[in-house]
């Protein structure tokens, strides 16, 4: 079984503070994809990061997916209230069946104005 | 453009009633589907997926069921709720890549 687990899992911080989160495995994944989640919706798809090393960036966003492919972080600068939510990892697997994405343990952020 | 729908979006049921929550996808063709539960604030765990008609594949045993009856449709059942069955559902569809696009949920509770 394939286990994504992300860290922190709780995180609070001022409007304007950088910050990073984890999301970390013992196995290898074909892609790995970041979602963010508000309160009574579904998840939205941020970024997909395929290459080990890859790193993509999405505004004030910067997404890293491990050389190895075992782990990703996300970098959010200078963070703003509207950034608050749930951030989800997802790994793709190595068998290219889609249906079989790992989704990690979840990090919730609030950025108090 | 692709949508997908998905109601109720929240249902509060006694332990013991049926359930039965229904997702659509418009804009797309053969389309895999999958239904995931979420605990508060928490990860997806993966219920069900379908990547076609009639097919349907369980990830983890339970009390509930799926069905496909359309290209489009997807629906989650069960014959008698139980309160461990409460939860937040989403329903998703992916295409070639492993994209994932979901429904909007719905707050299932069982009380």
């Known amino acids: 079984t394939q286990l994504l687990e992300q860290s922190p899992q709780f995180l609070s911080i001022q409007e304007g503070e950088n910050l990073t989160v984890y999301c970390n495995s013992s196995?290898?994944?074909?892609?790995l994809q970041w979602y963010r989640q508000e309160p009574g919706e579904g998840p939205v798809l941020l970024v997909t990061?395929?290459?080990?090393?890859e790193v993509k960036k999405l505004k004030r966003l910067t997404f890293q997916f491990g050389d190895a492919r075992k782990d990703s972080s996300l970098h959010i600068t200078a963070a703003q209230p509207g950034d608050t939510g749930l951030y989800l990892c997802?790994?793709?697997?190595?068998?290219?069946?889609?249906?079989?994405?790992?989704f990690g343990t979840g990090t919730k952020l609030q950025v108090i104005p | 453009s692709q949508t997908i729908h998905q109601w109720p979006a929240t249902l509060v049921q006694p332990v013991g009633s049926p359930l039965s929550l229904e997702c659509t996808v418009e804009?797309?063709?053969?389309?895999?589907l999958y239904w995931y539960r979420q605990a508060a604030g928490r990860g997806l765990q993966l219920l069900f997926y379908?990547?076609?008609?009639?097919?349907i594949s369980s990830e983890v045993p339970q009390n509930l069921s799926a069905s496909r009856p359309q290209d489009r449709q997807f629906i989650l059942s069960s014959k008698k709720l139980l309160l461990s069955d409460s939860g937040f559902y989403l329903c998703?569809?992916?295409?070639?890549?492993?994209?994932?696009?979901f429904g909007s949920g719905t707050q299932l509770s069982v009380l």
């Open positions: 998703a569809w992916s295409g070639v890549r492993e994209k994932l696009f």
């Open positions: 196995s290898v994944f074909s892609s």
């Open positions: 990061v395929v290459t080990g090393g």
């Open positions: 997802a790994g793709g697997p190595n068998s290219g069946g889609y249906q079989k994405v790992t």
């Open positions: 804009g797309t063709s053969n389309p895999n």
């Open positions: 379908s990547v076609g008609i009639g097919q």
